[in-house]
């Protein structure tokens, strides 16, 4: 599979797209528009979700395919899913648990201080 660009080859920065066209009547759209959270996945992670869907979701039968075996799987698929969750809900998740981590006295409310503000 050929891969779709996701970033810029001179900074590294995410692209977006400036302009869709039908390819009938040559009408063109132009604008700022975001890619798809799919479509930024690496080409072969991308791979991966499409052999996924066509397994219709079976880890199992995605392990023999691939021969590898179910945990590798599993971690595969959660760490795409890490992928595409927004940015957001994971500063938020990060937060949660450095307070839960508070609360049960693992670490002290200086860590916890210091690591909120690297969030």
């Not at 891969?3 to 009938?24: D, I, M, N, S, V």
Request: aromatic share 4%; hydrophobic share 40%; glycine share 6%.
């Amino acid at each position: 599979m050929i891969g779709f660009p996701t970033r810029c080859p001179g900074c590294g920065e995410g692209l977006h797209t400036t302009r869709l066209a039908c390819a009938g009547c040559l009408t063109q759209v132009e604008g700022r528009f975001d890619l798809p959270e799919l479509l930024r996945l690496p080409p072969d992670d991308l791979e991966f979700v499409i052999a996924f869907v066509l397994a219709s979701g079976s880890l199992k039968q995605m392990a023999a395919q691939l021969q590898q075996s179910y945990p590798t799987i599993r971690n595969r698929l959660d760490a795409i899913i890490e992928q595409l969750r927004p940015s957001q809900q994971r500063r938020e998740d990060e937060r949660a648990a450095i307070v839960e981590a508070v609360a049960k006295k693992q670490i002290s409310v200086a860590e916890a201080t210091k690591r909120l503000r690297e969030i």
